[in-house]
């Protein structure tokens, strides 16, 4: 009985305990349930989501990256190399990314030598894109990706280069750090030496650095070449002697042009104090200019033979006509011309020859004013140019119906309006030219230019046959004369204006020719401004940087004698001088 009862409790307790059965099942369904849908997901993103997700990845490391194009090449007319471009390579981070520890800014900054204090600014940005330097030598680079330092790149581009320095800067110009033309050529024709950028699709990973490029969108187009009608072999004569004659006459500037009179080509232009492009700290605004086309100055007495040429075309004078210069000065309204000495009675050759003012003066004088102003007009003074150098300027000559008859005679020897070298040379290539004026050109032209007639060619002879005698040896630029060639030419030297007047003590030297005079085929214009020390005349000063530059230039480009052996004696006298 007793066991009976305990029995039935025992099996009462076993009823009382709770049942697990359901709570496991629940848990089991649960868990069965969460993998279901893992291994769904996982399927759902590896087959059939893969291209999405693909897409969204490639939005957080694909990036369009532009590629640099190479700018066109600069080559003078016979295909030598001014300016060009070579492959470098600049320096970029994610500030993001780049630990600027002390380690990492002192070897950087060491290599790319740089400020540290400006580098740890550069890489405290909130920016992902900085540049830390551009365009570094090809050893840095090679430095710089040996750190291996994350968030750290090199991005190709492109650095102008200039192989003939400071002889052709004024010419050739330069280009900034985003490879756009600031000065000279470079700037004049940017759009045509500019390429065309390409793009490409690359990926980069975490720290910035690609590492792998998906596809190219546009290749870059580099840009076109252009040619000059500069001769490398003129330039670097011209700048020798006229730096050397700078540097002689403790002058402040000078320039010198050449000009080829059949077809109006520039082959020479430089200018003194010149800059070094290569040098961004040489890039001085004094040294930028191009004097040759942008300073103006009044030319003084050469202008005098296009003063005679204005009176020849009327029928007026003649070479032989006689003109009465004494006592050596005349009065003009108010104010006196006046010569360096009484010449007496001369004939219109002398007055070139001695460059009596006397005698421009009453030439001049002789004509209407308006005759003289459109002989000077049609010469291209007043006017630009046209070479589509940048600033180049178009000088000055006052109307006609403003001018006095001192102004009328003063502007018959250069004072009253003012011109710059280039202008100065191109109304020279009308002479040289047998009377037609020709466009200027800093291109080399493939076909000849249609010129304009400006005087007659009997006119444009006698002037010439007339400069013959200023380089002569009773002239006033035997230290012109070139040996073994005819040369014609005009000397110049001009009070230089300042305020309140003209200065007493500074004066501008030039001279104005061409060769060989019996059928001209270089034009060089010479100025030099302010020379110090007692020699200041044209003829003493410039003549002989002519004579220098433009004996080498006639026998570089072949052209034959056209003197006599046996009227060659002034030139062993000079020679000998030398």
Known sequence: MANRKKKKAQQAEIIRQPSYRARRYTVLAVMALAYVSLIWQSVDRQVFETAFLQEQ???????????????????????????ISTPVKSVVANPRVVKSDNQTIGALASILDLNPDRLRRQLSSDRSFVYLKRRINPDQAEKVAALEIKGLDLLSEYRRFYPSGEVMSHIVGF??????????MELAYDQWLSGTPGAKRVIKDGSGRVVNQVENIQSPAPGKDLTLSIDRRLQFLAYRELKAAVAKHRAR???????????????????????????LQDRRSSKLRNRSVTDVFEPGSTIKPFAVAAAMEQGKFRPTTPIDVSPGYMKVGRYLVRDHRNYGMIDVATVLRKSSNVGASKIALSMPPETLWQLYTKLGFGSSPESLFPGESSGRLPHFSDWSSFEQATLSFGYGLSVTPLQLARAYAVLANHGERLPVSLLKQDQQPVGERVLRQSTARSVVAMLESVVSRDGSAPLAAVPGYRVAGKTGTAKKSVAGGYAEDKYLSLFVGMAPATRPRLVMAVFIDEPGGEEYYGGVVAGPVFSKVMSGALRLMNIPPDKPWHDDKLMARLGEQE
């Open 175 to 184: 280009t900034n750090i985003d490879d756009q033309g600031q000065e000279g």
């Open 253 to 279: 500037s000078g320039s010198v042009v050449i000009l080829d009179a059949q077809n109006g080509e520039i082959l020479a232009m430089v200018n003194s104090p010149a800059y070094n492009p290569n040098d």
């Open 57 to 83: 990845g490639e939005r957080r490391y694909l990036r369009t990256m532009k590629v640099s194009a190479s700018r066109g090449m600069i080559t003078d007319r016979n295909g030598e190399p001014l300016s």
